[in-house]
């Protein structure tokens, strides 16, 4: 990215007005907080707002864990809770340092080399760690310290003995939490005489089956969560006067939801009594949990209700849309209690106009150059493309030569892994990464259509791995890669910038290949055809580049002067108008973009029929951000909109307005 440029825009909302909403404590006192996700694509940005966070959060206790990096080490959530207390201890000036006794306590048992088989030796086991103030951790408090640091005395040989330090731990644990990890056990520790069967069980527990090992995680976020309640209590209450922030990126992993997971059972078990922290979370995979839990609450009744279903389509199951960024403001109103729990989902990865504006002005670029509408527009705002491009094509911008932007994707950059690539081949090897190869060739044929309908007719994608018909799209949906575009019926569309990459692989494919541009797109042609979809059906012609077929659809309101060109019939031409001419190409950026419209345009017979090749041409090598640039078709354009207006009745006026927005 250019200097100057910050990593994130667009998300002031989030990085100001929310995080300031989470981390007061009205009257001193903690409150219901859900947990905030920021979900987005490959490239959105999620990442980044966290950095931006925690640099806001510097002064606080707060802590930061990226499930990536953990994943392949297949580390337990107690073991991440363990992280997460240690960089929450830190000492911090006005917070002191945030105490985390029966956490560590727990923790002390399970790194314990403690014989499970011979209880008589796992007791001497556990006694004598207690009294030779074996760490808690590695580089953690002792012993000792559990007990002072939670107002205790610690006695100057140590530890009286294991009593005093399981008593601190089963005081904050509830009944049912004690019970549900020693189920198995017929009397519960309520006397001095079962304590150490206590921390054995938990011990025994952390080595069991999948819902042994579950129990015990849950007992560690009890413990984890009771003492952050603590540490916000009695003297300290005065000058902890922000929460504290758990920052927990790439959630969408295996061991990123089952941690959340861990999490919200944790509040929901604690019933009334919140906890000081604020978690916030990003993902770039749809989490399941989400589909029943996920709803709004209507704040001035605070009784819930369900969103009307839209946004992304996960698994048969079309789940509430997530919240936009500009949403935010009106859905926290300083001073009122938050009406989302437990969870409140924000979508990244859409930046407006004047965003993208404001970047290339930092950027030293004029912002009323043709450059920022050229990043808008071949992006759809993806905040990691704008951001790559500009990098790009701010080399390659003249405000003489615009058309030289034509050029960018093929710019060449250097990859992750050293090699040379283009910009091109970079941006498909990074988005797709996430796809099996015979997905992604899938996808790649798939991007014909202007929805993903294609996924599911055979006759036109030869799917290499159909192991289940619609796999592909529920999987695209899980990657957060669909649109829903409303209408007469629900759509569901590739993400633009997506779609244009894979266009562009598709465009490249040899004439050998079973599935080229001609090919695929015929099939496509014909199968609209067959069902009657005459609109598409043109779309595609003109996609291959058949513009006497667009030319013959498109004229047939003028044929006939005895029907007079109403506005009704205006409006519903120009909508077929704009949805044919939005057809891809795989024109020759080396080829000048009039050059290119008067070797598609130039051989129309009759008047009405050239006045409509020139419109058509024009609008499709305008409607390509890489088509025309320079905007050097748009009086062509403005010209066939004004003569085909010339004596069609009312809805002439339709046409001329059209018209004006290419003056």
Not at 328 to 337: C, I, L, R
Request: net charge negative; hydrophobic share 40%.
């Amino acid at each position: 990215m250019p200097a100057g440029i910050p990593r994130i825009s667009g998300l002031g909302s989030i990085t100001g007005g929310l995080v300031e909403e989470l981390l007061t404590r009205p009257k001193g006192q903690s409150r219901a907080l859900p947990i905030v996700v920021a979900l987005g694509a490959r490239g959105t940005g999620k990442s980044a707002l966290l950095d931006s966070i925690a640099e806001r959060c510097e002064e606080i206790p707060h802590a930061y864990l990226d499930f990536e990096r953990h994943e392949r080490e297949n580390i337990q959530p107690r073991e991440l809770l363990a992280n997460l207390a240690f960089d929450l201890g830190r000492h911090r000036k006005q917070f002191g340092r945030l105490a985390f006794p029966r956490l560590w306590l727990c923790m002390l048992v399970l790194s314990a080399p403690v014989e499970l088989r011979d209880r008589r030796a796992a007791l001497r086991k556990i006694r004598e760690l207690l009294v030779e103030n074996q760490p808690l951790e590695q580089n953690r408090e002792t012993i000792v310290d559990v007990v002072r640091l939670v107002g205790g005395v610690a006695p100057a040989g140590g530890f009286k003995g294991w009593s005093e330090a399981t008593d601190l731990l089963l005081r904050g644990l509830g009944w049912y939490n004690r019970r549900r990890l020693l189920g198995k056990i017929k009397a519960l520790p309520a006397n001095t005489g079962n304590h150490e069967d206590f921390l054995i069980e938990i011990a025994k527990h952390s080595r069991g089956d999948d819902e042994d090992r579950a129990a015990v995680d849950g007992i560690f976020c009890d413990a984890f969560l009771t003492d952050l309640r603590l540490a916000y209590q009695g003297v300290n209450r005065s000058r902890r006067t922000l929460n504290s922030v758990v920052l927990l990126d790439n959630a969408h992993t295996p061991g990123g939801q089952v941690f959340l997971r861990t999490l919200t059972e944790a509040r929901h078990r604690s019933g009334e009594e919140p906890d000081p922290l604020v978690v916030i979370a990003t993902s770039r995979r749809w989490n399941p949990d989400w589909n029943e839990s996920w709803s709004l609450l209507t704040p001035q009744r605070g009784a819930p209700r369900r969103r009307r279903p839209s946004g992304h389509r996960t698994g048969g199951l079309t789940a509430p849309s997530p919240r936009q960024p500009s949403e935010v403001e009106s859905d926290w109103t300083a001073g009122e209690d938050p009406r989302w729990y437990p969870w409140y989902l924000l979508e990244l990865g859409t930046l407006s106009e004047s965003d993208v504006v404001d970047i290339v002005a930092r950027g030293d670029i004029h912002p009323t150059s043709r450059l920022p509408r050229f990043l808008y527009r071949l992006t759809d705002g993806h905040p990691g493309a704008v951001a790559t491009l500009f990098g790009a094509s701010a080399q390659l911008y003249d405000s003489r030569d615009p058309a030289a932007l034509r050029t960018s994707l093929r710019t060449g950059v250097t990859a992750e892994d050293g090699t040379e690539t283009t910009l091109l081949a970079a941006a498909q090897s990074y988005l797709l990464q996430d796809l099996p190869a015979p997905s992604r060739q899938d996808l790649v044929t798939a991007s014909a259509a202007r929805d993903v309908e294609t996924l599911f007719h055979k006759n036109i994608v030869d799917l290499r791995n159909a192991t289940e018909e619609g796999a592909l799209f529920k999987e695209l949906g899980d990657l957060l890669w669909l649109r829903a575009e409303p209408g007469e019926e629900l759509q569901y569309v590739l993400h633009p910038w997506l779609r244009r990459i894979l266009l562009q692989e598709l465009a490249s494919r040899a004439d050998h290949h079973p599935l080229n541009w001609e090919r695929v797109h015929t099939r496509c042609r014909d199968f609209y055809e067959k069902h009657g979809q005459t609109v598409a059906a043109r779309y595609h012609d003109l996609a291959l580049e058949n513009v006497a077929a667009v030319v013959t659809h498109l004229s047939r309101p003028f044929a006939d002067d005895q029907v007079e060109f109403d506005v009704a019939a205006a409006e519903a031409w120009l909508a077929e108008l704009d949805v044919i001419t939005s057809a891809p190409n795989r024109l020759d950026p080396a080829v000048a973009p009039y050059e290119q419209l008067e070797a598609h345009a130039g051989n129309a017979d009759g008047e009405l029929e050239t006045t409509l090749s020139w419109l058509v041409v024009a609008l499709w090598i305008a409607a390509d951000p890489l088509g025309d640039p320079g905007e050097t078709v748009n009086s062509t354009i403005e010209g066939g909109f004004h003569q085909l207006a010339h004596g069609r009745g009312r809805g002439s006026i339709l046409l001329h307005e059209r018209a004006e927005r290419y003056r």
